[in-house]
């Protein structure tokens, strides 16, 4: 075969291979999406696990009319323009594929509303060069995304989604992640038309337990020890089970780097060193963490799905994480032997 440019589509649907796994990907990079908007509330709206209909909608500033179909273009994003802001990145996004994959492996119409706009209109792309079609809609300020029929023209991909119920809690834990992430924001689940989850915007930190308890369980926030230290611009927060209150299910180890959730090997290292030999065998740490620190000694663009990062300063970081933690622990024990002796 001679050498030739991919059609859009196919381009894209290779695209999509890398981070558009199950429904529970297409939910995560859509609720970013509007986190990004500055939306406060979001409503996740599903279908049979996903696979029939994953509809986001949020309150957030909406895209106007004539950006919609570029919104559904592959490399386009408003969140960066150079290499500066992608080594110092703020927002959850900026690669600029979430759209353009979704689209490609499903039927996605984007409707939204911008405030200075009269008219809300909606967005959908079509063939293999997926160009865009646009019609007016009706829609208040903010996005609405409604995926429908997830890898109908994708086999292969569609082949390896697990039943209803098992996606389903896919994507009941992305949204226990974002909602740890953003305890101002107020996030609606529904499957299948029934409201299953309700987390209400918490704005004062003093209430932020609630939330907590509500995504980890009352026996994890019973047990739990608050962690905050800073160190310069370095500063970590959060919540750890002293080893008696460790579960035995790694279900609870929430960490989160600038308000990014990371399955972080060198940040679980320090956090399990920091337990040291008291965790036993059965037990596995158990933790809600927020790392927090510049934009520019962090570099998020590693994995596609942006599940790791690196640090310029990696030694040193594990080594703040495991002294805090440690430090954090240590007290919980001392604490508890005293209040036993009294
Ligand atoms: P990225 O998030 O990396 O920029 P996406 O493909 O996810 O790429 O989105 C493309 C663009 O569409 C975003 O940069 C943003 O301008 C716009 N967009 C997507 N979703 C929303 C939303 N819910 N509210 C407002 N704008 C959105
Ligand atoms: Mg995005």
């Known amino acids: 075969m001679p050498i030739q440019l991919l059609p859009i589509s196919l381009a894209n649907q290779i695209a999509a ?7 529970a990907s297409v939910v995560k990079e859509l ?23 994953i509809r986001v909608r949020d309150n957030g500033a909406g895209i106007p009319k004539e950006e919609l179909a570029l919104a559904l273009s592959r490399h386009a994003t408003s969140k960066i323009s150079s290499l500066a802001d992608l080594e110092a990145i ?29 008219q809300a209109w909606q967005a959908w792309v079509e063939g293999r060069d997926m160009q ?21 023209n994708t086999p292969a991909r569609r082949k390896f989604l697990r039943t209803d119920k098992t996606e389903f809690s896919h994507i009941d834990e992305v949204l226990r992640r974002i909602a740890l992430a953003r305890f101002d924001v107020r996030f609606n689940l529904v499957h299948n038309r029934k409201p299953v989850r309700q987390y209400h915007a918490v704005t004062k930190p003093e209430d932020y337990l609630q939330r907590v308890a509500q995504v980890c ?15 310069g611009p370095v500063r970590l927060w959060g919540w750890v089970a002293p080893a008696h209150g460790c579960r035995h299910q790694a279900d609870v180890q929430y960490f989160y780097v600038n308000g990014r959730m990371m399955r972080d090997r060198l940040l679980g290292h320090a956090v399990r060193q920091a337990y040291g030999e008291t965790l036993g065998d059965e037990r596995t740490p158990t933790f809600v963490l927020y790392l927090e ?43 508890t032997n005293k209040n036993g002796a009294s």
């Open 217 to 231: 369980g009352k026996s994890f926030t019973d047990v739990a020890v608050g962690v905050e230290q800073q160190a």
């Open 132 to 152: 865009a079609e646009l019609a007016p809609a009706t829609h208040p300020e903010g996005t609405t995304v409604d995926v429908q029929d997830l890898f109908f």
């Open 17 to 23: 291979g890398e981070v558009i796994e199950r429904p």
């Open 31 to 53: 609720v970013e999406n509007c986190l990004d908007a500055q939306a406060t509330e979001i409503t996740v709206d599903i279908e049979q696990g996903g696979r029939r209909r």
């Open 293 to 335: 620190l510049p934009a520019t000694d962090v570099d998020v663009n590693v994995h596609p799905a942006k599940h790791e990062v690196r640090f310029h300063q990696a030694r040193q970081i594990h080594d703040f994480v495991l002294q805090v933690v440690r430090h954090a622990l240590h007290n919980a024990a001392t604490s």
């Open 90 to 118: 703020q927002s959850l996004g900026f690669r600029g594929e979430a759209l353009a994959s979704i689209s490609s492996v499903s039927r996605l119409t984007l409707t939204a509303k911008t405030e200075p706009q009269e």
